[in-house]
């Protein structure tokens, strides 16, 4: 099993800025994605961005250009800094750990952290 831990969230005016992290621990696969999801009332979960063990990212158009991730491969952590924030980047975010192969491969969530735009 895998426990994702996420911190960071909060209330920050428009245009601010705020730092997800996500920790994981257990048993973690050596290769595997890493990332957020996010939801609003009413919408369907979406994916921000990921990063892979190897580096390689993914972003959500929404986001590119003003959310940067990173991830510690050695501590297992992952990061989201979140700049030039709207009120459309308010949600729940979701850390999300991707690992396996085949029968193996399993995809393990946190418990989510509420970030909060004002306008």
């Known amino acids: 099993q895998v426990q994702l831990v996420e911190s960071g969230g909060g209330l920050v005016q428009a245009g601010g800025s705020l730092r997800l992290s996500c920790a994981a621990s257990?048993?973690?696969?050596?290769?595997?994605?890493m990332g957020w999801f996010r939801q609003a009332p009413g919408n369907q979960r979406e994916l921000v961005a990921s990063?892979?063990?190897?580096?390689?990212?993914n972003y959500a158009d929404s986001v590119k250009g003003r959310f940067t991730i990173a991830r510690d491969n050695a501590k297992n952590t992952v990061n989201l800094q979140m700049n030039s924030l709207k009120p459309d980047d308010a949600a729940v975010y979701y850390c999300?750990?991707?690992?396996?192969?085949?029968?193996?491969?399993?995809?393990?969530w946190g418990q989510g952290t509420q970030v909060t735009v004002s306008s």
């Open positions: 257990g048993s973690i696969f050596s290769i595997n994605i």
């Open positions: 999300f750990l991707d690992g396996g192969v085949g029968v193996t491969r399993t995809t393990y």
């Open positions: 990063i892979t063990t190897g580096g390689s990212t």
